[in-house]
């Protein structure tokens, strides 16, 4: 095959497999990417997903750097990334935990780097205080 498959193509490929080999490849994809692993912890409902997605998101909050990410912010932002993740746990009803972990991690994001108009803080005070973004 010489052309890769656009995402209705492997989607239907995907549908059309088994599940046990489906949990297989999404566990060999966990297995190297800790937040997909969260992901899917918390899917399944486990309390552990809560204070590892904690430890994700105020890593990646201590080591952003706002001038990096505002030269190329398309660049898989790491801090991006790991708010996604709190956006995540929010849909599998870790409301509360998810609202602790936003208040903390605005905390050090306005320690380290001040009040600035990010993109990153603006979701942390969205996700710390259980609003919706405008």
Same mark, same amino acid.
């Given at each position: 095959m010489d052309t890769p498959l656009d995402d209705a193509e492997l989607t239907a490929f995907l549908e059309g497999q088994d599940t046990a080999w489906l949990a297989e490849q999404l566990m060999l994809v966990a297995d190297e990417d800790p937040i997909t692993r969260i992901r899917l912890s918390a899917a399944a409902g486990a309390e552990s997903a809560v204070e *590892?997605?904690?430890?994700?998101?105020?890593?990646?909050?201590? !080591? &952003?750097?706002?001038? *990096?990410?505002?030269? /190329?912010?398309?660049?898989? /932002?790491? +801090? &991006?990334?790991?708010?996604? +993740? +709190?956006? /995540?746990?929010?849909?599998?009803?870790? *409301? /509360?935990?998810?609202?602790?972990?936003?208040? !903390?991690?605005? *905390?050090?994001y306005v320690n380290r780097h001040g009040e600035d108009d990010s993109e990153h803080l603006a979701r942390l005070h969205v996700l710390a205080d259980g609003e919706e973004e405008d």
């Open positions: *590892e997605a904690r430890g994700v998101v105020l890593t990646r909050v201590t !080591e &952003h750097s706002p001038q *990096e990410s505002a030269a /190329d912010p398309d660049d898989g /932002d790491p +801090l &991006h990334r790991s708010l996604d +993740l +709190l956006d /995540d746990l929010l849909d599998y009803g870790f *409301e /509360d935990e998810v609202g602790d972990i936003a208040d !903390e991690a605005r *905390e050090i």
